[in-house]
Every structure is written in structure tokens, then in C-alpha cells.
């Protein structure tokens, strides 16, 4: 088995060096996460011959791709993440990655509603372990100053996965259908997670700092409430995050509004969605981890710079009747909502004591999870069944505009947080 970690000592972020190592753990952190947005994503370029197989609505189609992931995922999200902060978080990366990729490829032989919705609510569990301990190994690996841009690398995950879901998906449905589809998006999985088990350790909790406490639940939950920036952001991300997960539709809207095939769904969609978001979210980690050396406020800052500006960049993209000019604003909203998801990950992280920081980032994942994924997607399902009498396929387009409401008001949670930020460091610090 490699060691990654073994040999690295107590470091702060002024003495912290770029490690092989470390650097090959974020990798493969960042490939998993990748595959478990691949794994979210592939279902929704699938919706509609899904929809058209069990003969299915809207509201529906929302619920299973909703809440039939979310409700799982935020319920299990707490106790695993407590479990995290104390046992060996490379096995629970490895079992996790296991069992969801398992529970992907299931979904593909779904006879039924009953059981697709089962598959799913697996696919949910399974993740709900897998990024809150992954982001507390990048956190005992990277310093402080580093950790924007390592957790802005780990981010682009969201987007590399959703690139490859559009782009599997949307490919392999058109020449062999969508349950061949789950198929392949799962079944690879389960081999990378027997390579992450052989070859990372699990790494010296505290690495970077020396007042390593562990303590119980109670207190550590009185203390992230405490921590005044920490909960604004928590909701700040809510809504923003609510841009990406009701871009479930963002396939349904392409195939009615714009008329496009399942592969060039799979090409438009993965293309500027996918490679835009990733750019950002790599950017957005390395810029704010430049910036903010001199002013931890610019953590936050930032963020909430590119999310105020991509709500009315979103507006455009779901109004304009011209095809160039919608996908050209689709790719720049990707691209402004990924520039804050590594800053804001790191924020979990940075005001967070060691002990609690799987938890933190569980936090931040399952209410942005409940918020954006359970109810986007479902609320924009009702919304089309509602609309669809006046307007017909039109409908899915003004209901996503809800979308660039959400972000617009999360930009300005961000800034109302960066008042209290550095306090709040120097308290997670003490």
C-alpha cells in the first residue's frame, strides 16, 4: 500500500510544500467526487424517455429526481459525518464510493417506478458519506491559505461529473438506451474504490494544526452555531446552490424549448455546462486563495461577486429565443455559479475545529442538498404541470427562473457573512 501521509508533520500554512502525495490523494478524491456528481447528473439527461417508459409526470419526474436522492442524503448526511470525524475516513470513502456506483448501475434495471426510486434513494445513502470525509482528508492536508485553492481543485469535481453525465448519458441513451447508461456510469466505480482503498492512508487528524481536541457532539454542534459566518453561509449556499440542482431540467428544457436529440443534449449541455463550470470552480479556488492571504473577507467576497452576477446571466439564458446567445450565457452561468464552490467548501473547513470538520462540511452539504436538490427539481416539475396548459413546452423555461432569484439573494447572504469571518477563524483556531 503507498503511504501518502505517513511522513508528513505538523505544518502551518507558512511552512506547508506542495507534496506528490498529497497531491495524488486530492486527485483521486477529486476523480470520486467527479463520478458522484456523474451519477446525480446521468438521471436528468435521462428524464424524458424515463418519463416516456413508465408513463410519468413531471411532478414525478422531480420527485425521483429530488427528493428520491435527497431524502437519504440529508438524513444519514449528520450521523455518518459524526462517525467521520472519528473513524478512518479513507474506508468510509472507499465503502461509500462502493455502494453508490452499486446502487447507480441498479438503477438501470428498474422495472418499475417502485424500484427506480429505491435505486436512487441507494445512490443517495451511498453519497452521503463519501465528500464530508473527503474534504476532511484535503483539510489535513492543505494549510489554511492553501485550502481554497486544494478544495477548489476537489470542486471541480461537480463539473467534471456533470460534464461526463451529459455526455454518457446523453450519448450512450441515443445508441442503447438509458438503462445501458446506468450501466456504464456505475459499474466503474466500484474498481476505482478498491484503488483508493490499496493505495491512500488514512492521514494524522489535525495535520496542520497542533490543538487537535476531540469533542462530543453537543458542543461541537453549540460551536458551528456559534460561529456567525458559518451559519449565514449555510444558508447563503442553500440558494445558490439551488442554480445547479434544478438545472435538472436544463436537459428537458433543450430537448422542448430548442428541439435538440439526446446526443447533442449530451454535447451542447456537457460542453459549455461542464467545461464553463469547471473552469470557474479552478479558478475560483486558486484566485481566492491568492487574494485572500491578505483579508479573509475576499473568502467570502469574492463568492458573492460572481454568484450576484449570475443570477441575471441565468435570467437571459432561460428568456432569449436565440439558440447562440442561450447556450453562450448557460456556459457563463456555469462558470460564475463553480467560482464559488471551493471557497465555500473551505469556509466549512476553515471555521470548523479539526474535530469537527467532516461535520461541517456534512452540514453545508445536506442543507444545500435538501434545499437545491430535494426541492428544486420538484418544485420545478409542479411548476411545469401548472404552466403547461398556457404555455406548452415553454413552460420549463419560465418555471427555471426561479433559479436566478435563488443565487441573486445567496450573493448577498455572502457578503452579510464576510462581516463576521475572520473572527470566526480566529475562534476555530484558538
Known amino acids: ?180 447508461a446506468f450501466y456504464v456510469a456505475g459499474l466503474p466505480g466500484i474498481l476505482l474504490a478498491i484503488v483508493l482503498w490499496l493505495t491512500i492512508s488514512e492521514p494524522k487528524r489535525g495535520a496542520m494544526q497542533e490543538n487537535f481536541v476531540p469533542e462530543p457532539l453537543g458542543p461541537t454542534l453549540r460551536f458551528l452555531a456559534s460561529q456567525r459566518s458559518f451559519i449565514i453561509v449555510l444558508i447563503g449556499f442553500c440558494l445558490t446552490t439551488y442554480t445547479n440542482y434544478p438545472a435538472a431540467w436544463i436537459p428537458p428544457f433543450l430537448a422542448r424549448v430548442h428541439h435538440l436529440s439526446s446526443a447533442e443534449i449530451g454535447t451542447y449541455a456537457g460542453t459549455f455546462k461542464g467545461l464553463a463550470g469547471m473552469a470557474g470552480t479552478l479558478l475560483g479556488g486558486f484566485v481566492v486563495a491568492q487574494i485572500s492571504r491578505c483579508d479573509d473577507r475576499w473568502k467570502l467576497w469574492a463568492p458573492a461577486i460572481t454568484s450576484g452576477l449570475a443570477g441575471p446571466v441565468f435570467a437571459l439564458c432561460m428568456l432569449t429565443q436565440d439558440f447562440a446567445l442561450m447556450v ?54 409542479v411548476v411545469n404541470d401548472a404552466l403547461k396548459g398556457a404555455y406548452g413546452a415553454d413552460a420549463v423555461r419560465y418555471s427555471l427562473l426561479s433559479a436566478a432569484v435563488t443565487t441573486t439573494l445567496g450573493a448577498l447572504l455572502f457578503v452579510w457573512a464576510a462581516r463576521s469571518i475572520r473572527d470566526d477563524i480566529g475562534r476555530a483556531a484558538a
Open 328 to 381: 453562450a450565457t448557460l456556459a457563463l452561468t456555469s462558470f460564475l455559479v463553480g467560482f464559488h464552490l471551493g471557497p465555500i467548501f473551505a469556509i466549512a473547513q476553515t471555521v470548523a475545529k479539526p474535530s469537527m470538520r467532516a461535520l461541517a462540511s456534512a452540514l453545508i452539504a445536506l442543507t444545500a442538498t435538501c434545499f437545491g436538490q430535494g426541492l428544486g427539481p420538484l418544485a420545478v416539475g
Open 1 to 180: 500500500m503507498v503511504d501518502v501521509t505517513s511522513q508528513m508533520s505538523v505544518q502551518t500554512a507558512a511552512t506547508a510544500k506542495p507534496s506528490a502525495r498529497r497531491y495524488y490523494v486530492l486527485g483521486l478524491l477529486t476523480i470520486i467526487y467527479a463520478l458522484n456528481f456523474l451519477d446525480r447528473t446521468i438521471f436528468n439527461v435521462l428524464i424524458e424517455p424515463i418519463k416516456k417508459e413508465f408513463q410519468l409526470s413531471d411532478t414525478m419526474m422531480g420527485l425521483l429526481a429530488g427528493f428520491g436522492f435527497a431524502l437519504f442524503y440529508s438524513l444519514l448526511g449528520i450521523p455518518i459525518a459524526r462517525v467521520a470525524d472519528r473513524l478512518n475516513r479513507r474506508n468510509i470513502v472507499a465503502a461509500a464510493f462502493a455502494f453508490w456506483s452499486a446502487m447507480t448501475a441498479l438503477c438501470g434495471a428498474a422495472s418499475s417506478v417502485t424500484s427506480l426510486a429505491l435505486a436512487r434513494i441507494g445512490v443517495g445513502i451511498g453519497e452521503s458519506a463519501g465528500s464530508p470525509a473527503s474534504q476532511s482528508i484535503v483539510a489535513d492536508l492543505f494549510a489554511k491559505n492553501e485550502r481554497p485553492r486544494a478544495l477548489g481543485i476537489y470542486a471541480v469535481g461537480t463539473y467534471l461529473g456533470v460534464f461526463l453525465g451529459y455526455f454518457v448519458g446523453g450519448y450512450v441513451n441515443q445508441h442503447y438506451g438509458w438503462r445501458m
